[in-house]
């Protein structure tokens, strides 16, 4: 649909502060009505303050600026009328479905109540129309899904409910912030083709709240770009992506992975093989019978030495699950797990524990992996306690100091302290190098890498891209990288295994299968991305 010129939205000179706080500085921007527009940044830049600055929901914000919607200005409006603002002419569809809906009743009654609210609806009504709501929104068997609950819902069919809540009153301005980042790429384009019509068929303008670019490009007609509360980059999106002006705009286009994957000899032997693996889960159907489930089902794979194997999938495909029964940590694995000339999945007490601190584990979210009561020098020493003791502790903590050394976290890089600070005192990409401090003091000879960046802004992700690059070079570490993100896979692993319902549909060479899948999910999961290969090739 071809944006109306006048515009719906008008932000001038827009400052939220939250005491001595500066979260947004003087930002200026206009969406027109049927105009879709994104505002993106790394975390920290403002874009979700924003956002919520304009429904006025930041309490013990200072607010100043201009917010000028349909000629009304929101930042003097009486709070009655706000109210009857929101949901009603500007509707907001959060991140994270689950804390956006109410645990504790049906997803047609959280509907219904927005209809009732702002339409006048009697309850009967507002129900048949929740219905047809769930039903335009790609809900199967509406009539009987209104009466869940939000946990009988997979990811995609709650933020699904949650677009069809924000819908009901058919918005003039839909405020959408990060509504895909924690679906599974192939949701994650259902649901913004389904944004997509809605928007043309309702007229409606979105402004777009991410950090995902090939999002943006592929989605919005313009694109605002935040650094540190300030907008300091706006523009046809094709012109700024093509051209970009400002020094962080530039910065941001570069942090696209880019491959840096070393050749390996094709006598370099295998390190770690796996043969039938399975992981069956039971539970009871009904009172006279359990049915079983395959998370993992008769899975074969094997890494050599320096490779690095990428695994993909969807949420439930089974790729953690396979990557904890190599470790021996599911108690219902069954298959051969051999470390080098050594089997590991019969192996118990000593013998076990010796043959897994060859093999480390780096997890999703480095706040939640790491011990907030523990400083970073308790926490990276922990495995030299446990594996190494013949260490003395001036020894341990030199060990400890040259390994944060090696991932970019000593005094020598500017961080001060480091061994008595605590998680919460680093960024995101420093606790993510903790992480990795962590696994690597032990001397690993392999790296499982479950969704390590998933978690990161886009140069801190290529920050640590490039760390565990280097290291596979210097040290010859192998690594299983498990990854939704497909340019990412793209950029770090020599070989792709991809998985669906526990089992492997299709493996193969990197360059090989992404140029040339053969089967149909593998097909479906790229043309889910549509990422520019070439930027990443």
Same mark, same amino acid.
């Given at each position: 649909?071809?944006?109306?010129?006048?515009?719906?939205?008008?932000?001038?000179?827009?400052?939220?502060?939250?005491?001595?706080?500066?979260?947004?500085?003087?930002?200026?921007?206009?969406?027109?009505? @049927?105009?879709?527009?994104?505002?993106?940044?790394?975390?920290?830049?403002?874009?979700?303050?924003? +956002?919520?600055?304009?429904?006025?929901?930041?309490? @013990? +914000?200072?607010?100043?600026?201009?917010? &000028?919607?349909?000629?009304?200005?929101?930042?003097?409006?009486?709070?009655?009328?706000?109210?009857?603002?929101?949901?009603?002419?500007?509707?907001?569809?959060?991140?994270?479905?689950?804390?956006? *809906?109410?645990?504790?009743?049906?997803?047609?009654?959280?509907?219904?109540?927005?209809?009732?609210?702002?339409? @006048?609806?009697?309850?009967?009504?507002?129900?048949?129309?929740?219905?047809?709501?769930?039903?335009?929104?790609?809900?199967?068997?509406?009539?009987?899904?209104?009466?869940?609950?939000?946990?009988?819902?997979?990811?995609?069919?709650?933020?699904?409910?949650?677009? +069809?809540?924000?819908?009901?009153?058919?918005?003039?301005? *839909?405020?959408?912030?990060?509504?895909?980042?924690?679906?599974?790429?192939?949701?994650?384009?259902?649901?913004?083709?389904?944004?997509?019509? &809605?928007?043309?068929?309702?007229?409606?303008?979105?402004?777009?709240?991410?950090?995902?670019?090939?999002?943006?490009?592929?989605?919005?007609?313009?694109?605002?770009?935040?650094?540190?509360?300030?907008?300091?980059?706006?523009?046809?999106?094709?012109?700024?992506?093509?051209?970009?002006?400002?020094? !962080?705009?530039?910065?941001?286009?570069?942090?696209?992975?880019?491959?840096?994957?070393?050749?390996?000899?094709?006598?370099?032997?295998?390190? *770690?093989?796996?043969?039938?693996?399975?992981?069956? !889960?039971?539970?009871?159907?009904?009172?006279?019978?359990?049915?079983?489930?395959? +998370?993992?089902?008769?899975?074969?794979?094997?890494?050599?030495?320096?490779?690095?194997?990428?695994?993909?999938?969807?949420?439930?495909?089974?790729?953690?699950?396979?990557?904890?029964?190599?470790?021996?940590?599911?108690?219902?694995?069954?298959?051969?797990?051999?470390?080098?000339?050594?089997?590991?999945?019969?192996?118990?007490?000593?013998?076990?524990?010796?043959?897994?601190?060859?093999?480390?584990?780096?997890?999703?979210?480095?706040?939640?992996?790491?011990?907030?009561?523990?400083?970073?020098?308790?926490?990276?020493?922990?495995?030299?306690?446990?594996?190494?003791?013949?260490?003395?502790?001036?020894?341990?903590?030199?060990?400890?100091?040259?390994?944060?050394?090696?991932?970019? *976290?000593?005094?020598?890089?500017?961080?001060?302290?480091?061994?008595?600070?605590?998680?919460?005192?680093?960024?995101?990409?420093?606790?993510?190098?903790?992480?990795?401090?962590?696994?690597?003091?032990?001397?690993?000879?392999?790296?499982?890498?479950?969704?390590?960046?998933?978690?990161?802004?886009?140069?801190?992700?290529?920050?640590?891209?490039?760390?565990?690059?280097?290291?596979?070079?210097?040290? @010859?570490?192998? !690594?299983?990288?498990?990854?939704?993100?497909?340019?990412?896979?793209?950029?770090?692993?020599?070989?792709?295994?991809?998985?669906?319902?526990?089992?492997?549909?299709?493996?193969?060479?990197?360059?090989?299968?992404?140029?040339?899948?053969?089967?149909?999910?593998?097909?479906?999961?790229?043309?889910?991305?549509? !990422?520019?290969?070439?930027?990443?090739?």
């Amino acid at each position: 649909m071809t944006p109306h010129p006048a515009p719906l939205l008008q932000v001038e000179a827009l400052d939220v502060r939250f005491g001595a706080t500066h979260a947004v500085r003087k930002a200026s921007f206009q969406i027109a009505a @049927g105009e879709k527009f994104a505002l993106v940044g790394e975390s920290g830049s403002g874009k979700s303050v924003t +956002a919520l600055a304009l429904l006025r929901l930041m309490h @013990g +914000a200072q607010i100043g600026g201009r917010i &000028l919607f349909d000629g009304q200005d929101l930042t003097v409006l009486p709070e009655d009328q706000m109210r009857a603002l929101r949901g009603a002419r500007i509707a907001m569809i959060f991140q994270e479905p689950m804390t956006a *809906l109410n645990p504790v009743f049906p997803v047609g009654s959280q509907i219904a109540e927005v209809l009732q609210l702002h339409a @006048g609806m009697d309850p009967k009504a507002a129900r048949q129309r929740a219905i047809d709501l769930l039903t335009r929104t790609g809900i199967a068997d509406a009539e009987r899904r209104v009466d869940d609950f939000p946990h009988q819902l997979s990811g995609g069919q709650r933020q699904r409910v949650v677009i +069809a809540m924000a819908l009901a009153c058919k918005p003039s301005l *839909l405020v959408c912030d990060e509504p895909t980042t924690a679906l599974d790429v192939t949701v994650q384009a259902q649901i913004l083709a389904l944004l997509d019509e &809605l928007q043309a068929e309702m007229g409606m303008a979105l402004l777009f709240i991410t950090h995902d670019l090939g999002l943006v490009r592929r989605f919005t007609h313009r694109v605002g770009v935040m650094e540190r509360g300030l907008l300091v980059e706006t523009g046809n999106t094709e012109a700024v992506f093509a051209d970009p002006q400002h020094p !962080y705009t530039q910065k941001l286009l570069a942090s696209r992975p880019q491959r840096a994957v070393q050749p390996l000899l094709v006598q370099t032997p295998e390190l *770690l093989q796996g043969r039938g693996m399975r992981v069956e !889960y039971h539970r009871s159907a009904t009172w006279w019978r359990r049915e079983v489930n395959a +998370a993992v089902d008769g899975v074969n794979l094997a890494v050599r030495r320096g490779e690095t194997l990428g695994i993909v999938g969807e949420s439930g495909s089974g790729k953690t699950t396979l990557s904890m029964a190599l470790l021996a940590l599911q108690p219902m694995a069954q298959g051969d797990v051999h470390l080098g000339k050594q089997r590991m999945d019969t192996a118990r007490g000593a013998a076990l524990r010796q043959l897994r601190r060859r093999v480390q584990v780096v997890f999703q979210d480095p706040f939640a992996s790491l011990s907030p009561r523990l400083t970073v020098g308790q926490i990276v020493g922990e495995g030299l306690s446990l594996h190494r003791l013949e260490l003395t502790p001036a020894e341990r903590e030199l060990a400890v100091l040259k390994v944060l050394d090696e991932v970019g *976290l000593s005094s020598r890089q500017g961080v001060d302290g480091v061994l008595h600070r605590y998680p919460h005192e680093f960024s995101g990409g420093q606790r993510q190098r903790i992480a990795i401090a962590r696994a690597l003091v032990i001397a690993p000879d392999l790296l499982i890498l479950d969704e390590p960046t998933s978690a990161l802004d886009i140069s801190v992700q290529k920050q640590v891209l490039e760390l565990l690059a280097e290291l596979q070079r210097r040290h @010859g570490l192998s !690594y299983i990288f498990i990854s939704h993100d497909l340019s990412v896979i793209r950029a770090m692993a020599h070989r792709v295994m991809v998985m669906r319902h526990g089992r492997v549909v299709e493996e193969g060479e990197t360059e090989a299968l992404f140029a040339a899948p053969r089967e149909a999910y593998t097909r479906e999961l790229l043309a889910a991305t549509q !990422y520019d290969w070439e930027r990443c090739a």
